[in-house]
């Protein structure tokens, strides 16, 4: 069962209304009695009202999470937005009412339009406010409002907000929060219907009944339980390859951020112990990048066990991923492999390796950072994932 407080067009409170879970609320039609306060549109176009802020150099959002009267006020409180406006969106039916949408026979989604100023707030901080706001592995609605029209979506306005609606996603299926699958559509955007009035501010205007409502339906325990300690978690990923604005640190920076047996490998050419070492024997799926700057240098498709007791590999990850120089150290004549962006020692390479490069790139552990394939895409290597493909 679910259960939502309304009120009446006088203002008085009503008697929670109770539907069958699984069919929404009862459409009980209050406000405007010619069907509601509905106003359509191309999503973009500016439909301003009397007391509507100014929307100019505004940009606009539009998300599904539910009840719209949660997903209104979580935006609503955010720095830099100036409006969340409750509708309709991604059905058929032309300026529905809200009695149709909770039919569930519309197609519509209940959702919230987002304005907000680019200059204060980005759109990948509302991206991460939403999934912070619903359970996106829910199937079949959002918590007690089960039915087609409490689905969950982002509906992207253009490429740029498609690509960061898909990157956020990923990233917060990387992140370990949830071990169920994120359902959570990403849908171009439609012609989006104002609710009505009633359901406008509808947390501000009635506190207390939002309150009640809200802890009811299970979404505030829910949210307080899955993302309790979680405040480090990111879910904006970090801009693809970020090694590229790499800046090497000063000596002292680089001794705090190494360990001594990477700075004695890194800046002073050491080598460490065989078949002591993190990498040598390590077959997990991923690539391995500097540990300094985080450049990609090889890939776990490469590696191979040359009985060495170290991480080897038949070829970088890219042709141009590493540097190669002579070294005449120790009475010897040797090709070292340095990384190109930090110039960080990482090894020396041999040709006695398999085919069909017969080559041996020997490193060394202390020089290299391990990453999953399914951490690729949250530290912004998702480049590479089709090499695992």
Not at 257 to 267: C, K
Not at 317 to 345: F, K, N, P, Q, Y
Request: proline share 5%; glycine share 10%.
């Amino acid at each position: 069962m679910n259960a939502r407080f309304r009120t009446n067009p006088t203002g008085g409170i009503v008697v929670a209304i109770v539907a069958v879970a699984g069919l929404g609320l009862l459409g009980w039609q209050v406000g405007d009695l010619s069907g509601g306060d509905a106003s359509g549109g191309p999503i973009g176009e500016t439909r301003s009202t009397e007391g509507t802020m100014s929307t100019e150099g505004m940009k606009e959002a539009i998300f599904a999470g539910g009840c719209f009267w949660c997903i209104e006020s979580t935006f609503e409180l955010m720095p830099g937005v100036v409006e969340a406006i409750s509708g309709y969106t991604g059905g058929t039916v032309e300026n529905p009412t809200y009695e149709e949408v909770s039919s569930g026979k519309t197609g519509h989604f209940e959702a919230v339009l987002v304005r907000y100023d680019p200059k204060q707030i980005t759109y990948q901080a509302l991206l991460e406010q939403f999934w912070r706001s619903i359970n996106p592995t829910d199937e079949g609605g959002q918590f007690y409002d089960q039915g087609n029209q409490y689905l969950t979506a982002v509906f992207y306005l253009d490429e740029e907000q498609r690509e960061l609606a898909e990157a956020s996603k990923r990233a917060l299926e990387g992140s370990g929060v949830f071990s169920q699958p994120i359902v959570t559509q990403i849908l171009p955007a439609q012609t989006f219907y104002r609710a009505e009035e009633y359901h406008q501010d509808y947390f501000e205007k009635h506190v207390l009944q939002y309150k009640a409502y809200s802890k009811a339906s299970g979404r505030e325990a829910y949210l307080e339980e899955t993302w309790e300690g979680r405040d480090d978690v990111s879910l904006t990923p970090p801009p693809e390859r970020p090694w590229e604005n790499f800046v090497k640190p000063s000596e002292d920076e680089l001794r705090k951020m190494l360990t001594p047996l990477q700075y004695s490998v890194t800046q002073g050419n050491g080598t460490e112990p065989a078949f002591r070492n993190e990498y040598w024997d390590n077959h997990e799926e991923g690539i391995y990048v500097d540990v300094v700057s985080g450049e990609p240098l090889f890939s776990s498709r490469d590696k191979f066990d040359s009985g060495t007791g170290w991480p080897s590999f038949s070829q970088p990850i890219e042709s141009d991923s590493v540097a190669t120089v002579r070294d005449s150290s120790l009475g010897m004549e040797r090709i070292e492999v340095r990384s190109r962006i930090a110039d960080s020692h990482l090894g020396h390479l041999f040709e006695d390796g398999p085919q069909p490069t017969g080559q041996r790139y020997c490193m060394n552990s202390a020089a290299l950072r391990f990453v999953p394939k399914d951490q690729l895409e949250a530290e912004g290597y998702g480049a590479y994932l089709e090499q695992f493909e």
